[in-house]
């Protein structure tokens, strides 16, 4: 759909973006330096509400998610993970996996709420460090998942 951000992304997705994707979906690497590990996933057509899909449609959609959450957990040991799916800016079905610290930014407020302190440095690098753990640990999960 012309004008969509996610259907601009995924037309044209750049390197290292798309971490794993079949015909219906796609798992995304959102580049969000206060948060490494924030993924979306994405269902690949231009769908507004998850009540929009059949119900075997969205049950595979979830299936990506609780797959994403799962390889969160196992490689980057969060405090807890945020799932959210708003579209009010972007009408477009995706859900947020988002890890989250009792040191990050925003904790325990949502990450656009009021920043409560200033993440370590040295913490963001040791955690985006993990970054291609989960990659792999995502593809891993998904890849088992839909077999």
């Known amino acids: 759909m012309s004008g969509c951000d996610l259907c601009t992304l995924l037309a044209a997705p750049p390197a290292d973006v798309i971490v794993w994707q079949d015909a219906r979906l796609a798992v995304v690497a ?34 990506a998610v609780w797959a994403v959450e799962a390889a969160q957990r196992a490689v980057m ?8 799916s708003f579209g009010n800016m972007t009408p477009h079905v995706h859900w947020h996996v988002i890890p989250r610290y009792t040191d990050d930014a925003h904790f325990p407020n949502p990450t656009w709420g009021v920043r409560q302190r200033d993440p370590s440095t040295g913490t963001l690098l040791a955690r985006a460090a993990l970054l291609p753990r989960l990659h792999a640990a995502i593809v891993e999960h998904l890849n088992r998942t839909f077999e």
């Open 30 to 63: 959102v580049d969000e330096p206060g948060y490494p590990g924030f993924t979306r996933v994405v269902w690949k057509a231009h769908v507004k509400e998850m009540t929009d899909l059949a119900p075997a449609e969205r049950a595979h959609v979830m299936a």
């Open 77 to 84: 040991a969060p405090h807890k993970i945020n799932l959210a």
